[in-house]
């Protein structure tokens, strides 16, 4: 019995495989994608998607906790967990469900199983089946960092993967990582009643991102009885009775948890074995991921991979991007990915991030100046009683060009776009300065912060002008 072939295969049918596979088909390509769990990949079963859905209706209790603020009286409010769960479970059915329906218009060939590389040119499908491509894109994804030497029971230490499917909420929870997933399971639990601890080994919250966004959500989530623990490091985990004990250190000395469970955040590491690719001689890079150019070839000719598996953002949003580029180049139309990556965290007060941060900028010795304007001065902001955050803008003082832009505030996830695209398109600050925005919005705070970064701010007081004596 003959292979089928295709012109392109995709293993992995997360956000990077489905979007890439989609693409190909549209450009006329005859298409088959390779998929050994539920399509949507990580990103919509296991992250992106479950997690905000648990964090809509955590939000929502936070505010009606406020409701008073805004003269509104409320009695008694309460959350059904199993309800949130059911609902939770609805959107990611549905999300799966439009995925197979999209391929499905684009005639999309779906197998179902695990992928692995059979040579060049070849995949074979669970051991039975073996399909034939003239290129094939690798969207194998990444998977959470476990600690092996901690208690492997997954009712105790756990990590994303099953922390968003709980059937039950713990009384206590130690969250260790202060990165992305850490901050918003704290902010998350927290609001179902969870008595929230979180260690995180660096100095601030949310290392990666730019200082001064890390240091303002600490204060934002102690405000609401979150134990934030930073530079302090986890000496052990063991199980205790029913529930675990945990062991941190820092400057302070050394300290005892008892909780309930351990979700551990501490990040993700690419799902790169077993997927075949001694079969094509193809060599990892020393943490595992596979190496590509800017085409997001790799070293094989004829093969590509885009999404976490290369290492370049671990965002489900660039390995979409990185998919259409892959498929591009693979049916003959060359280009290069080079456009700036935002970052989202979906806590409240939100966050988004883009570019260089500053101290990226001072560590590249740039001549920087800094535009800052809190979001609490804006008359939308008062207006909605969202008065917690800032805008920040990183401008290269001698060319005027925009290099960073981080948000934490109402909507920062959805304002963050403008840096995006002003950043891909080059612009300068000025530029940004004279963008109209509308009027009340949390968007003109972009605005002021680039007014700022010239120094022409004029909601704010004017800045000190020091002078030197010569």
Request: proline share 4%; charged share 20%.
């Amino acid at each position: 019995m003959m292979s089928k072939h295709f012109n392109v295969v995709v293993i992995g049918a997360g956000p990077g495989g489905y979007v890439a596979a989609l693409k190909a088909a549209s450009m006329g390509a005859k298409t088959a994608i390779v998929e050994k769990h539920f399509l949507g990949g990580t990103c919509l079963n296991y992250g992106c998607i479950p997690s905000k859905a648990l964090l809509a209706s955590a939000e929502l209790l936070h505010k009606i906790e406020r409701a008073a603020e805004f003269g509104v009286k409320v009695n008694g409010a309460s959350f059904d967990w199993k309800a949130i769960q059911a609902r939770k479970d609805r959107v990611l059915k549905n999300l799966r469900n439009g995925i197979a329906g999209l391929f499905k218009a684009r005639k999309v060939e779906l197998f179902e199983g695990m992928g692995r590389l059979a040579g060049h040119g070849k995949v074979e499908i669970e051991g039975k089946e073996t399909i034939t491509a003239d290129n094939i894109i690798l969207a194998v994804g990444s998977i959470p960092v476990r600690i092996p030497v901690w208690p492997q029971d997954p009712n105790l230490v756990c990590t994303s993967d099953e922390a968003l499917h709980w059937s039950e909420l713990p009384k206590k929870l130690l969250i260790v990582g202060g990165g992305v997933i850490g901050c918003e399971f704290a902010c998350m639990m927290q609001s179902y009643g969870v008595d929230v601890s979180v260690v995180e080994m660096l100095p601030s919250l949310l290392p990666g991102m730019d200082e001064d966004l890390g240091a303002e959500l600490e204060k934002a989530l102690a405000k609401r009885g979150i134990k934030i623990f930073t530079a302090t490091k986890v000496e052990s985990v063991e199980a205790a009775g029913k529930g675990v004990r945990a062991a941190i250190s820092n400057a302070k000395g050394n300290q005892s948890l008892e909780v309930d469970k351990v979700l551990v955040a501490v990040g993700r590491r690419p799902n790169t074995k077993n997927i075949g690719l001694d079969s094509v001689g193809m060599e990892l890079s020393p943490k595992g991921f596979i190496q590509v150019d800017d085409t997001m070839q790799t070293a094989v000719k004829g093969i590509y991979c885009i999404g976490d598996a290369n290492g370049r953002c671990l965002l489900a949003h660039a390995a979409s991007a990185q998919g259409i580029c892959a498929v591009e180049n693979a049916l003959g139309h060359r280009r290069e990915f080079h456009s700036p990556i935002p970052g989202a965290v979906y806590t409240y007060p939100e966050i988004g991030g883009v570019g260089l941060t500053e101290s990226q900028a001072r560590e590249k010795g740039l001549p920087i100046s800094i535009g800052k304007f809190p979001i609490g001065f804006l008359g939308k902001a008062m207006a909605v009683n969202e008065t917690e955050g800032f805008v920040k803008i990183i401008r290269n003082r001698e060319t005027d060009e925009l290099l960073g832009m981080h948000i934490l505030g109402h909507n920062a996830t959805e304002i963050i776009a403008v840096g995006g695209a002003m950043l891909g398109m080059k612009a300068t600050v000025m530029q940004l300065a004279e963008t109209v925005f509308a009027h009340p919005t949390i968007s003109e705070a972009v605005m002021e912060s680039a007014e700022d970064a010239l120094g022409q701010a004029l909601h704010m007081p004017p800045r000190k002008i020091i002078k030197l004596n010569v």
